[in-house]
């Protein structure tokens, strides 16, 4: 989809999980590694692949049948972190075009910037491991559980960091937390279709500006980019 005339973004602000960077195989890894210390099976990767985009939370609930605030689950939880920092990059990979959209952002002066709820301790390490550290115009992390997404500050904050208003910024994510954010923001917001997306996610109803199927796609809603984008929409 094609953003509506007149209206293109100045700065780019990504989610990690499911956007940026295909972390799922680390996480269901490192969950299965903690089944196997309480002396449980390994689950497949499609019991866990939803859960992935929304945070440890989940992933402990959906990995023990537990629910927060149950004995024991804060436990396994700060056991799955940390077996997960171990292994942070092992083999979390960018999605196949990410490095051209990013190159192609770069190469046009657009600031982009990364606005996660993984808390800092795991998303430096993990960008440092990558070759992403010090690419970011701005990085902000969910270290303050009570304004991560889907409340605005980040948002926000990450505008301020560029020094842009949030209407001059394009938000693009893969759950409707990240839509939800950008919209009390005032920010344009795009889903990532190729993310942790399941078939219990009705995008249609989360009120996106646009939805892409490609990180190349979002070139398009871009100030200055749209030469830069016919040289990579199909990488």
Not at 194 to 208: K, N, P, Q, R, T
Request: charged letters at 20%; glycine letters at 10%.
């Amino acid at each position: 989809m094609s953003a509506p005339t007149g209206q293109r973004a100045g700065g780019v602000l990504l989610d990690l999980d499911g956007t940026l960077l295909d972390t799922a195989p680390d996480l269901i890894d490192s969950l299965n590694r903690l089944r196997d210390e309480q002396g449980l099976p390994p689950l497949a990767d499609a019991e866990f692949l939803h859960a992935v985009g929304h945070g440890s939370i989940p992933m402990v609930a959906r990995g023990f049948n537990r629910h927060p605030g149950e004995a024991g689950f804060d436990a396994l939880r700060e056991r799955f972190l940390a077996i997960y920092a171990e292994s942070v990059s092992q083999r979390t990979r960018a999605y196949a075009g990410v490095d051209a959209m990013l190159d192609a952002l770069e190469a046009a002066a657009i600031p982009w910037g990364i606005v996660t709820n993984k808390p800092g301790w795991l998303t430096r390490p993990l960008l440092a491991d990558l070759g992403y550290a010090g690419r970011p115009a701005c990085l902000v992390t969910g270290d303050d559980p009570d304004r991560r997404k889907p409340h605005p500050y980040p948002i926000l904050e990450a505008a301020r960091q560029l020094d842009l208003a949030p209407s001059a910024c394009l938000v693009v994510g893969d759950t409707e937390r990240d839509i939800r954010a950008g919209r009390q923001a005032g920010a344009m917001t795009l889903v990532a279709l190729y993310g942790y997306l399941s078939g219990d996610d009705h995008v249609e109803y989360w009120g996106a500006d646009g939805l892409i199927g490609h990180p190349a796609e979002l070139l398009r809603w871009v100030a200055d980019a749209t030469t830069t984008h016919r040289q990579v929409s199909a990488v």
